[in-house]
């Protein structure tokens, strides 16, 4: 799906924020978010939830982005 730029038409802007809403309310993606605040507040790293996540959401993208890559280079 890729980052979205700011020529992006509004239509692929809306694709891309309802991904990741979807991203945001399945419970893999709450799973590991909860998981990130236990390891940080045990850490007593500032801002817990927001930095967990952040973590969690660029973990899910990023988990996203390599697949995509592999399923690219295998259809070469």
Same mark, same amino acid.
Do not use: E, L
């Given at each position: &799906?890729?980052?979205?730029?700011y020529d992006t038409p509004e239509e692929e802007v809306k694709r891309w924020l309802n991904h990741i809403a979807l991203i945001c309310v399945s419970e893999e993606f709450q799973s590991l978010k909860r998981e990130l605040e236990s390891l940080y507040v045990k850490s007593? &790293?500032?801002?817990v939830r927001i930095t967990a996540f952040q973590d969690a959401l660029y973990a899910f993208l990023a988990q996203e982005e390599d697949e995509n890559r592999t399923y690219q280079?295998?259809?070469c």
């Open positions: &799906m890729g980052y979205p730029r007593n &790293m500032d801002n280079s295998r259809s």
